[in-house]
């Protein structure tokens, strides 16, 4: 479950920022206009009170029908007031669209009136408003415009919240170390007006964002402080949230004993204060937590109580996770009947209140106890159900507006895995096809945050026609009637023509002739091979093989790939080929194939297809090879036909000296000066000249952008992964997004590393291809190690000399330059020629 950031907003509506401004009444002439007044006051006065305590509705009615009287009698300032108070109970009411448009209208008037003070307040209300929404930017306008204004007239407590929100704002967008600065800004300003609980919150969120950045040592450490601090001033209530927090950075962590005791000690406060919200999530943390150890009855036994006291104080939201929860802990115990019936349950719960990431959790899971109770095509059609609701919240990108209180059986990945694994069982290949596609969109939400789909994406998964009814049914079902609802919809589906089941969607039909995808997909016990191509009949291969031997492999393959000297590269890469390449060699020669289009999975994006080997050849000599980031997010519009224009950075350096922590590169200089002298309008920058700012103010000039620099995509997050420039700036694979460069056809990075330290699932090297293509380029190519100097040198040389002759492709261009050092008798270890791979279209 995730950290929960202080809710420094929704804190505000009732406290710091008031459900009143300071504005002044107005003074009144006229007697009747008078008493009209004073009953408008009387009922705007009667609304605060109901909403302090807690009676939202009544409230609502009061403070409309005050705001209806100020209206009559043109009593501006009131009306401002009483739409401020309006707009609060729209927040908490969930009413977004109404509270944007109400404080809007008292904006107006404040404006008018020139009230600041009342300014900020509604920017930030406004912001808390498009927060809730997910547009996060709209947020972020408002809150900027808030605290440009608190600075003016020195509100150094609006100022102050302001810069909390803000924190808020950049963690939802994944931007996580704004938020820190944010955060930072906040807490030096909560120690100036000597605010000790905006400093406690300042503390946690500081310690929440480590986590998030997976730096969970740092996190521990500040929520320490945070819980020392509402400790010493005796906020009982901030002590619950910091030992939640601290509970869950301990989850993460896996230190599941130390994550339960926190937790207890939070139940025990949440008691003692009456507190039943934060009782119920205190014991649904415990649950979990009891769960993940494998104590599934102790865990059963804390989400009962869970659930008693969500449906007591009708937490509906709270009671469909915990449902899924218990749903969970009977799922790890392999009582799939049981765990079936819980999720079903939940699955009621989270239609009726329109949770619909709840609800794509809910199909997922009763996807996967059918799955286990061998009710497969059932299956299916609950995972497509999962999967097409994930993307159409997708294209909305609503983030992280609510916290998360329900362990997951599976990731999110992991469902498109399922599906994958289960049509590919039925020969539904087209199907398959899609899915993985969605599948790296999928890994890029988690890696990245905040993919944004497209309307190809929205779309989801096609239901069949006999899955549209059976879905609609589930809910309401019982474990009884399934074995026959499956036997009815597998019957349905063999009737449908084939020409149904695997009609092809239009976006791949744009496939051109002589290009194939390849899609593998790791398993636990085995490897599928997907293959498609333009008018043949997809195919899909198993391979057995465990994951944890092909990951074996992988290892083994890479080390001898990283030392040049090594002799034993060609076992394992035969290995591989043997593996990837010659169960499906027949359809390749069938199909024409001189393109291969690779989306690899997991640790096989960190080796090179081009340098699998089939005891007398590379596969780089047969086909041209280009990674793929998604199918469905690649645009196939050709490259332009204008001459290439280069625009080159050397990071350089003197031979055994230290650059900002790196060591430096004195051959890139010569490097890229080699690669530009043919090339015409093309520049050369280098050491301190080539800065961030000075690369990036000559992006419209050029079509290409070679950059011999350090770069390094590791694991954990984007903030870990950079490109560092030759006055020591850098940029991070977040910030590439940033750059607006559609006139660039190709991005060449011919210094840089992945997995540095250790190997993870490779998708940081999906997250740079998607960034450069996001930011406007079409191509990219990039090395998976560090190469000698001297052979990137050859080798980029030789490409360029390729680009050079025209009307060639970047990947037959980067094939020619790999072959050219495969026959040198210096550069053939695949170490020199094979770590550099094509990002994009390839054209």
């Not at 002044?24 to 206009?33: D, E, F, L, N």
């Not at 299956?379 to 998360?404: N, Q, V």
């Not at 790939?561 to 020669?589: F, H, M, Q, R």
């Not at 519009?637 to 900002?660: D, H, M, N, V, Y």
Request: proline share 3%.
């Amino acid at each position: 479950m995730a950290s929960r950031l202080y809710a420094i907003a929704i804190f505000a509506l009732t406290g710091t920022l008031g459900w009143s401004s300071d504005l002044s009444p107005m003074t009144v002439q006229a007697q009747p206009i008078q008493s009209r007044k004073i009953e408008a006051d009387r009922l705007f006065n009667q609304g605060l009170q109901q909403a302090q305590v807690s009676q939202f509705r009544e409230a609502l009615q009061s403070a409309e029908q005050a705001l209806q009287i100020y209206q009559e009698i043109n009593d501006y300032p009131s009306q401002a007031n009483a739409q401020l108070l309006i707009g609060n109970i729209y927040l908490i009411f969930g009413q977004f669209d109404n509270a944007i448009n109400t404080f809007g209208k008292s904006l107006e008037i404040a404006k008018q009136l020139g009230i600041p003070l009342l300014e900020v307040k509604l920017l930030n209300n406004l912001g808390a408003a498009y927060f809730a929404l997910g547009q996060y930017q709209k947020a972020i306008d408002s809150h900027q415009r808030g605290l440009a204004i608190a600075r003016e007239i020195s509100d150094r407590q609006g100022e102050s919240l302001i810069l909390g929100l803000l924190g808020n704002d950049y963690v939802a967008l994944g931007q996580y170390q704004k938020a820190l600065d944010f955060y930072q800004q906040y807490l030096a300003a909560t120690k100036n007006i000597r605010d000790s609980q905006g400093e406690a919150y300042a503390l946690g969120n500081i310690g929440n964002t480590y986590a998030y950045l997976g730096q969970y040592q740092k996190a521990v450490d500040w929520l320490q402080q945070s819980l020392t601090l509402v400790r010493a001033i005796a906020d009982r209530r901030g002590e619950g949230k910091a030992l939640e927090n601290l509970g869950n950075t301990y989850t993460y962590l896996s230190k599941y004993q130390q994550a339960i005791e926190v937790y207890q000690q939070a139940l025990v406060i949440y008691k003692q204060i009456g507190d039943r919200n934060g009782e119920a999530t205190a014991l649904g943390n415990l649950g979990n937590a009891f769960n993940a150890i494998g104590q599934h009855q102790k865990a059963i036994d804390y989400l009962q109580q869970t659930l008693e006291i969500v449906q007591t104080i009708k937490d509906r939201q709270g009671e469909g996770a915990t449902l899924g929860n218990l749903g969970n802990a009977y799922y790890s115990l392999k009582q799939y009947e049981k765990a079936l019936d819980l999720y079903q349950q939940h699955l009621v719960v989270v239609r009726q209140i329109g949770e619909r990431k709840g609800e794509a959790q809910a199909n997922a899971e009763i996807a996967a106890a059918l799955t286990n109770l061998n009710q497969s095509s059932l299956a299916i059609a609950f995972y497509k159900s999962s999967i097409s609701i994930t993307e159409a919240i997708r294209k909305d990108i609503r983030g992280l507006a609510k916290e998360e209180r329900q362990s997951y059986l599976q990731t999110v990945g992991d469902r498109y895995r399922s599906l994958a694994a289960l049509l590919l069982n039925q020969g539904r290949v087209i199907e398959a096809i899609q899915v993985l596609d969605l599948l790296k969109v999928q890994e890029l939400e988690d890696y990245l945050k905040n993919i944004k789909g497209n309307d190809q994406t929205a779309q989801g998964i096609r239901m069949l026609e006999p899955e549209k009814t059976i879905s609609a049914q589930l809910s309401g079902i019982s474990k009884e009637q399934i074995p026959e609802l499956n036997r009815q919809l597998a019957n349905q589906i063999q009737q449908l023509p084939k020409s149904e089941i695997n009609k092809v969607p239009d976006y791949l039909k744009q496939i051109p002739q002589g290009t194939v995808l390849l899609y593998p997909l790791i398993l636990s016990d085995r490897l599928e091979l997907v293959l498609f191509s333009a008018n043949t009949i997809p195919i899909s291969r198993t391979v057995k093989i465990s994951q944890e031997k092909l990951e074996r492999l992988i290892v083994d393959f890479r080390s001898g790939l990283l030392d040049a000297g090594s002799e034993d590269v060609t076992e394992p890469a035969k290995e591989l080929y043997n593996l990837l390449i010659k169960p499906i060699e027949t359809e390749l020669t069938q199909a024409k194939a001189e393109t291969i289009l690779y989306a690899p999975d997991g640790r096989l994006r960190y080796v090179p297809l081009a340098a699998l080997y089939d005891g007398k050849q590379w596969l780089i000599e047969k086909y041209r090879i280009s990674n793929l980031i998604a199918y469905i997010l690649s645009d196939f519009s050709p490259r332009s036909k204008s001459q290439p224009s280069i625009l080159a950075g050397a990071f350089g350096g003197k031979t055994g000296e230290r650059k900002f922590g790196q060591i430096a590169l004195p051959a890139t200089i010569k490097e890229v000066q080699s690669i530009i002298d043919p090339f015409k309008n093309s520049i050369t920058l280098t050491e301190e000249n080539f800065s961030r700012q000075a690369i990036e103010s000559k992006f419209k000039n050029h079509n290409i952008l070679h950059l011999a620099t350090h770069a390094e995509f590791n694991t954990g997050t984007p903030e870990n992964s950079y490109i560092i420039f030759g006055n020591g700036d850098k940029i991070s694979l977040n910030e590439i997004t940033n750059w607006q460069i559609p006139n660039l056809d190709l991005i060449v990075l011919s210094a840089c590393q992945t997995g540095v330290g250790k190997l993870g699932d490779g998708v940081e090297i999906l997250g740079f291809g998607y960034q450069v293509q996001k930011a406007g380029a079409k191509n990219a190519i990039a090395s998976l190690w560090s190469v000698k100097d001297q052979g990137t040198q050859a080798l980029m040389t030789a490409f360029y000399r390729e680009l050079l002759k025209g009307d060639v492709t970047i990947t037959e261009a980067l094939r020619k330059a790999q072959i050219s050092q495969i026959r040198s008798k210096e550069y053939d270890h695949p170490n020199y020629w094979s770590a550099f791979l094509a990002i994009g279209n390839g054209l």
